[in-house]
């Protein structure tokens, strides 16, 4: 599988002063995973990862929109969580 096949080309996005219900309502209306914030230019990258590679990848992939100043990286990583009996 590739990157291009789970990730939207048209990348949306909200601004750091959004209503926390626009941005919760977001990734179901437009079937996205994730939603950069875009402050002066900047992108915000918001959230958890439970890898550096998932991390890096969403740099590289913020960082190719043509437009944006610089992609300030805010992730956390987190361990993976193994699930038993489902």
Do not use: K, Y
Request: glycine share 4%; net charge negative; proline share 3%.
């Amino acid at each position: 599988m590739l990157a291009d096949e789970v990730m939207t080309a048209d990348v949306v996005t909200v601004s750091r002063d959004a209503a926390v219900s626009e941005i919760a309502a977001l990734p179901l209306e437009s079937r996205i995973s994730a939603v950069p914030a875009v402050e002066d230019g900047n992108v915000h990258l918001w959230g958890m990862a439970e890898s550096d590679a998932q991390i890096r990848a969403l740099e590289v992939a913020v960082a190719e929109i043509r437009g944006f100043a610089a992609v300030e990286n805010h992730v956390n990583r987190i361990e993976p969580r193994m699930f038993f009996g489902e």
